[in-house]
């Protein structure tokens, strides 16, 4: 693992109106590293990644990525860094259904300009490493739950992105396809560079990660670092 700072935030806190969901958040996260935020549904977990992302702005305390601080950005630079230095990867996918498989993979890199050919290419790729290959003419209906979540994985890293923000991935799956889907991921993850903070209610999920933070009430409660 690189141990270059990528990402981090310092006593950052956020509200929903008179409710806090976020209180006073310390993380740190490193190039290549799989950092799990576990913990019950409302406990702000999400709602921490969403502010990681720069989705949502915090309403004390700073994000930095790179050394740069997210809230001097504005919304078009923030957009710009969302779609060129992070990938996404939500609980069911969220694949276009009028695109292949193939045409999905790539979509991040198209969004960037990068020309039709190169991108499918770069796409046919990483489905290939991930075991897609047979699928890439296929649309999202054609194909299982879990063929699903692995083009999800593939779009989120194909464009190599700084960080990968997942949202409960693998909470739609069976047991066999969570392990194999959370496999591959987080094997091409560490193998292209890419960091990734992972949501999840799933401990053997988390057990995965280097890092795994604990989040109760909006507090960040734990940190525990796996010894390998």
Do not use: W
Request: charged share 20%; with cysteine.
């Amino acid at each position: 693992m690189n141990t270059s700072e990528v990402l981090s935030a310092t006593g950052v806190d956020l509200s929903y109106g008179a409710a806090p969901a976020v209180r006073n958040a310390q993380i740190a996260l490193h190039r290549g590293e799989v950092a799990a935020i576990t913990g019950q549904s409302g406990s702000g977990k999400s709602s921490l990644l969403y502010c990681l992302a720069g989705v949502l702005p915090v309403a004390r305390g700073e994000i930095r990525f790179e050394g740069r601080s997210l809230g001097v950005l504005n919304d078009e630079d923030l957009s710009a860094l969302r779609r060129e230095k992070f990938g996404f990867v939500f609980q069911y996918g969220e694949l276009l259904p009028e695109l292949t498989v193939e045409e999905n993979t790539a979509l991040p890199l198209r969004l960037a300009g990068q020309r039709k050919a190169e991108a499918l290419a770069a796409a046919g790729e990483v489905l290939r490493r991930l075991g897609l290959d047979d699928l890439r003419g296929r649309r999202p209906s054609q194909v299982s739950g879990g063929q699903s979540q692995r083009v999800a994985v593939a779009r989120s890293l194909v464009h190599k992105p700084a960080v990968v923000f997942a949202d409960e991935p693998t909470g739609s799956l069976d047991s066999s396809n969570a392990t194999a889907v959370l496999e591959e991921f987080l094997t091409l993850a560490r193998a292209q560079g890419t960091a990734v903070v992972l949501v999840t209610h799933d401990a053997d999920v988390a057990a995965r990660a280097d890092t795994h933070y604990s989040m109760c009430d909006g507090v960040l409660t734990a940190q525990v670092r796996e010894v390998s």
